[in-house]
């Protein structure tokens, strides 16, 4: 299969600094290969002998198969696979795996690690490497979507959530007022689910990290637990609500209560993305 991939960097260095580039397969003619989506039910038998079905789970892993050879197509000395190897396998921490095209735009970022590095030889000379690299998902993840902006009163921003998977988003979350809001609300009104934070103070910065399903502030004296809520499809909750994107354009409005209240924030997300094994 054909290389998809201009170059990548794992653990803050690129292939291209070690004089590599990605190559076509060695092997000729096609072949069959997973992409790590497969899916087994979630299921309970019945007294009948028929099943309930409740759900479906991933069985597999996401492995990503890379091929390299020198830019100029030489042979690989022993210093040159010593300092491969290292970058590549000489650690056993999970790393993001960023993938990028020819002009530089990141095409997708996946979570893993080297598992396996093996070469291509020909006549006792090493004239390829072949990385395998597995990440404990079965799909990669978009390159990082961010909004820093500053606004005055209201905002409505539209946040594109163009996950492969049919599953909610969670963004990463923070906003700093200039004056005291009685009254915060980050509503989605594509979903017509609402955030309430009560009794924000000038200054005071509020983080919503929604992924992990946390809610703080720099006010030590703070109390989030009778001040954040939320309302679902109209009905108001006494419990947490947080802010999650649906796999769709979202139209989310940031609302102080306060025509005059400046206001300083962020929002920061990926979504999951199905690839192919080889580049």
Same mark, same amino acid.
């Given at each position: ?18 004089? #590599? ?14 992409? *790590?989506? !497969? ?20 069985? @597999? ?35 993001? #795996? @960023?993938?990028?095209?020819?002009? *530089?735009?990141?095409?997708? %970022? ?29 799909? *990669? ?18 946040? &594109? ?20 809001? &009685? #009254? ?19 200054? @005071? ?11 703080? !502030?720099?006010? @030590? ?36 209560? %306060? ?16 690839? *192919?094994?080889?580049?």
């Amino acid at each position: 299969m054909l290389s998809y991939a201009y170059y990548f960097k794992y653990r803050n260095q690129r292939n291209i600094d070690f004089d #590599l580039i990605t190559s076509v397969s060695f092997d000729a003619g096609f072949d069959q290969i997973s992409i *790590g989506a !497969t899916m087994e039910p979630v299921e309970t038998d019945k007294y009948d002998g028929t099943k309930i079905d409740y759900s479906a789970r991933y069985t @597999e892993r996401l492995e990503l198969q890379i091929t390299m050879v020198k830019k100029d197509y030489t042979e690989f000395t022993r210093q040159n696979k010593r300092e491969i190897f290292r970058w590549l396998s000489g650690h056993k921490q999970a790393s993001w #795996l @960023e993938l990028y095209d020819e002009d *530089g735009d990141k095409i997708i %970022d996946i979570f893993g690690r080297f598992v396996s590095i093996d070469e291509k030889t020909a006549d006792s000379r090493t004239i390829g490497i072949i990385a395998t690299f597995q990440s404990p998902y079965p799909y *990669g993840f978009s390159p990082i979507r961010q909004i820093d902006k500053t606004f005055v009163g209201s905002e409505k921003i539209i946040l &594109q959530n163009d996950s492969d998977v049919e599953d909610c988003v969670y963004p990463y979350f923070s906003i700093v007022p200039s004056k005291d809001v &009685q #009254l915060l609300s980050i509503k989605n009104e594509t979903t017509n689910i609402t955030t309430f934070v009560k009794n924000l103070s000038a200054n @005071e910065q509020l983080t919503i990290d929604n992924e992990h399903k946390l809610a703080f !502030t720099n006010n @030590e004296y703070r109390k989030m637990d009778t001040d954040f809520y939320g309302d679902v499809n109209g009905f108001e909750t006494n419990y947490p609500v947080f802010i999650a994107l649906a796999p769709t354009d979202n139209k989310i409005l940031i609302d102080t209560g %306060d025509g005059e209240c400046e206001c300083h924030y962020s929002i920061t997300y990926r979504y999951p993305m199905m690839i *192919g094994t080889v580049v």
